[in-house]
């Protein structure tokens, strides 16, 4: 049985002295991370906390926000990302939906009545972690356990938040393993936001096999070359705008990014013209197109090798599934599977795919039919 706790245990077991987390000058090992996620996990039980209550954490990307990631579900709680882009009231109305008793926050958000207690980062969390009692995690925790509330973007209505277990995120990472390299040697830079699931998308695979993350709070392209070159970044996830930023400033003012060897994108479309500029500038990266969605967190298709498919039709594919993945292109009216090269509504079934919408049951009924989860995207098979 695979909970949160599984990967971190054996990261511990196996490599305890190997750098965990990096973040602003500040490093953990991984034996340092357990114990401090062990404390983390006394605090929050201090709380008065039940089974399944839900913790929501708004702020940049630290190693707090790391901690919080791997704790609250390991100790049997529901963690609720919220995304600090939104507007004010936005944030509040997910944190409501959520029924958020506990709030971890860096900066300065409004809450809803339900939230019984705001914990700001760093202060309040470091006094929190440092009273806490060591508890072993894991315990009383089973796979098919809630783990983490992600919360869609609301761009059809009201912000809906996907749920998903243990046993969804861990085989999520081990799709993502069974695609790359994640081994000691692996050095993540965690660049994009980990309110969304690609901030989170190599976090399980690289404690599973003890690599290092190298945290960087918020995007800039200048920042993001010095810490590749600084800590010898291997693998890393930018969105399109983020990798066409990153390979301008490196054609402008050139780091030594030999270290990367494996340069993924997602979330939107990419040009051409983007990839070619970052296979000049990250000449040792394999180029790869990662697809997928909050609902199916979000590793669903892989696009692999781009840097040899650019004079290909295959360059403007979004790949093949991803091990562990089932795909589909089904007519929108009938449910029929599409015939090659035909248009139609992508349907998802895998491990990884969500449970469905936090207490909405007619938006998850929809959204779930036997088994697999309709995209409302259109593709071609």
Known sequence: MYTFATPLDRAVRTNPNARAVV???????????????????????GLGLNKGDRIGVVGPNS??????????P???????????RLAG???????????????????????PDCV??????????????????????????????????????????????AMHTHRGLLSSG??????????????????????????ILAVMSTVWGAGTHVILPSFDPEKALDLIEKEKVTHTLLVPTMLAAAARAQAANPRDVSSMRYLSHGAS?????????????????????????????PITAV????????????????????????????DPATGEERAPNDIGELYVRGASVMQGYWGKADDSSSAIINGWYKGHDRHRR
């Open 74 to 84: 390991a100790c049997g709680y529901i963690l609720v990302p919220v995304n600090s």
């Open 116 to 161: 019984e207690r705001v914990i700001r980062i760093p202060d309040e969390y470091e006094a929190l972690v440092a009273e806490g009692e060591e508890v072993t995690l894991g315990e009383d925790v089973h796979e098919d356990d809630l783990a983490v509330l992600f919360y869609t973007s609301g761009t059809t209505g009201l912000a809906k938040g």
């Open 23 to 45: 973040c602003e000058g500040r490093e953990l090992t991984y034996a340092e991370l357990a114990v401090h996620c062990r404390k983390l996990g006394g605090a929050l039980r």
């Open 89 to 111: 009231p936005e944030i509040a109305d997910v944190l409501e939906d959520a029924g958020a008793r506990v709030v971890f926050m860096e900066g300065d958000f409004p809450v």
């Open 174 to 199: 081990l799709h993502f393993m069974a695609a790359w390299p994640f081994n000691p040697d692996a050095i993540w830079l965690v660049a994009s936001p980990m309110f969304h699931t690609g901030g």
């Open 269 to 297: 479309p990419i040009s051409v013209e983007t990839l070619r500029l970052a296979h000049e500038q990250f000449p040792n990266a394999e180029l790869v197109h990662l697809y997928g969605t909050t609902e199916t967190t």
């Open 303 to 330: 696009l692999a090798h781009e840097e040899q498919l650019f004079d290909t039709a295959q360059i403007k594919s979004c790949g093949q599934p991803a091990i562990g993945m089932e795909l589909r292109i089904v």
């Open 63 to 72: 190693e707090r926000y790391f901690e919080l990631y791997f704790t609250v």
